[in-house]
């Protein structure tokens, strides 16, 4: 249902960005992948993915956290048809002992890069006729937990920038949506395991279990797969009047 289409996934080289990748190019759509790297293996990745899913894909370098690279990975592209902003960082640590120089960092590229990349991208839409703007932001985008200032201000922030957007594309044929993942078991949360099992003098799964998914009434992770799934609903025709609001993948977090 996709195929001709162009979809840019920023921050693309691992976890929900790969995956939404994944399953855009399984529905025929052209890719871009992106991360701040210029390693053999992101480009190894492009190739991959285009052979096995039969579509082109393209590995641009980028760094999010520069307004001047954010634009320039839309202009590089030379077509966006779909945009999903989805690269982000965190850093936990509370507002007190907050890093200034973390914090910048996350509003830069949690934030103001979709703020960028939305900005190269709609003329591109507007002369294509057609376009979707997809902002992974995160169940911390609805709701917040301490030490996540930066995060959740970021998150909190882009599902703001989605309603704006929504609204000063709403008579065109352009939608703008939020997806609000609960934990998703990716290379971000992975990491974490091994200091809070030792933190909390737990074994793996009861972490995982009484930790992680503490807020995750399902007591399951959501799946990159079913995010991307997601996104290509939300780029789908039967999605067309969905615009400026938000979608959890969430397992029921914010029903909380
Ligand atoms: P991840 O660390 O696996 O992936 C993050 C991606 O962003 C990587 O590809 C990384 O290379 C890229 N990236 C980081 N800094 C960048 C920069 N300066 N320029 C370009 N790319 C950069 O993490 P993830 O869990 O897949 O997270 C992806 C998105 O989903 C983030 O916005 C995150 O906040 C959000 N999210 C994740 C979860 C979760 O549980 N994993 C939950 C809610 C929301």
Not at 107 to 130: C, D, E, Q, V, Y
Not at 200 to 206: K, V
């Amino acid at each position: 249902p996709l195929s001709g289409k162009t979809a840019i996934i920023t921050g693309s080289n691992s976890g929900i960005g790969l995956g939404v990748a994944h399953e855009l190019a399984k529905a025929g759509a052209n890719i871009v992948l992106n991360s701040f790297t210029d390693r053999d293996e992101d480009h190894q990745l492009a190739k991959d993915m285009a052979k096995e899913h039969g579509v082109e894909v393209r590995y641009i370098k980028a760094d999010m956290s520069k307004s001047d690279d954010c634009r320039a990975l839309i202009e590089t592209a030379g077509a966006c048809d779909i945009l999903v902003n989805n690269a982000g960082i965190q850093h936990v640590a509370p507002i007190d002992d907050f890093p200034v120089e973390k914090w910048n960092a996350i509003l830069a590229i949690n934030l103001s890069s979709a703020f960028h990349t939305t900005a190269a991208a709609l003329p591109m839409m507007r002369k294509a006729g057609w376009g979707r703007v997809i902002n992974i932001a995160s169940a911390h985008g609805l709701t917040a937990s301490p030490y996540k200032s930066a995060y959740v201000a970021a998150k909190h922030g882009i599902v703001g920038l989605t309603k704006v957007t929504a609204l000063e594309t709403a008579e065109e044929p352009i939608t703008c949506n939020a997806v609000c993942p609960g934990y998703v078991l990716t290379p971000l949360v992975e990491a974490q395991i091994p200091d809070t099992m030792k933190q909390y003098n737990m074994d793996r799964d009861t972490v995982i279990r009484e930790v992680l998914l503490d807020r995750q009434p399902s007591k399951q992770f959501a799946t990159v797969e079913e995010l991307g799934g997601t996104c290509v609903f939300l780029a789908s025709d039967y999605a067309k009047q969905i615009t400026g609001t938000t979608i959890s993948v969430d397992g029921g977090w914010t029903a909380l």
